[in-house]
T-cell receptor, first 113, second 110 residues
Framework: DTGVSQDPRHKITKRGQNVTFRCDPI?????LYWYRQTLGQGPEFLTY????????KSRLLSDRFSAERPKGSFSTLEIQRTEQGDSAMYLC???????????FGSGTRLTVV | DAKTTQPTSMDCAEGRAANLPCNHS???????VYWYRQIHSQGPQYIIH???NNETNEMASLIITEDRKSSTLILPHATLRDTAVYYC???????????FGTGTRLTVIP
């Protein structure tokens, strides 16, 4: 399978705990994106990497959120001190060049209880 | 990036063409029109994009009006597996933030 992989698919955590999600993009794609989607809404942009550089962050990405892409390959998204409002689907996407379509993963569904 | 307006929902009979409209009246000259769809519990799937010419691929056709203020995504022979939310997105070259909106929920009816 050469698509975008995300792990885990589902995560249930208690409020206040830290969680980390992983995304493995398509290997030759140098651009990587994180989005968040809540029930009934379209995905919302969180952040963008080109290779290992994080070039853009949304205002949605509060200081409790941090994303990394240390070697320009896989990426992690960490949420510290989770809140119930963080419950959502977290989607990762990758692309090869500008003006190409993005390939999305199946997402990680986070439930904060 | 320009915003888009889409109907909230549409139905289409299986085997018929599904025509999904999108208005983007404030589109700029360097903005592309993209279409994605999202089947329940999956990530969005890229369908097609275009600037001003009509485009066709194995999934769909994209018809953009001459003034570029609106477009139509055409699924020529809809199947039950095409039931999904379809998002029309306007994106300028170099923009990294795709604004999805709430899309059109297409239901293909047997």
């Amino acid at each position: 399978d050469t698509g975008v992989s995300q792990d885990p698919r589902h995560k249930i955590t208690k409020r206040g705990q830290n969680v980390t999600f992983r995304c493995d993009p398509i290997s030759e794609h140098n651009r990587l994106y994180w989005y968040r989607q809540t029930l009934g809404q379209g995905p919302e942009f969180l952040t963008y990497f080109q290779n290992e550089a994080q070039l853009e962050k949304s205002r949605l990405l509060s200081d409790r959120f941090s994303a990394e892409r240390p070697k320009g390959s896989f990426s992690t998204l960490e949420i510290q001190r989770t809140e119930q409002g963080d419950s959502a689907m977290y989607l990762c996407a990758s692309s090869l060049q500008d003006n190409y379509g993005y390939t999305f993963g199946s997402g990680t569904r986070l439930t904060v209880v | 990036d320009a915003k888009t307006t889409q109907p909230t929902s549409m139905d289409c009979a299986e085997g018929r063409a599904a025509n999904l409209p999108c208005n983007h009246s404030t589109i700029s000259g360097n903005e592309y029109v993209y279409w994605y769809r999202q089947i329940h519990s999956q990530g969005p799937q890229y369908i097609i994009h275009g600037l001003k010419n009509n485009e066709t691929n194995e999934m769909a056709s994209l018809i953009i009006t001459e003034d570029r203020k609106s477009s139509t995504l055409i699924l020529p022979h809809a199947t039950l597996r095409d039931t999904a939310v379809y998002y029309c997105i306007v994106r300028r070259t170099g923009a990294n933030n795709l604004f999805f909106g709430t899309g059109t929920r297409l239901t293909v009816i047997p």
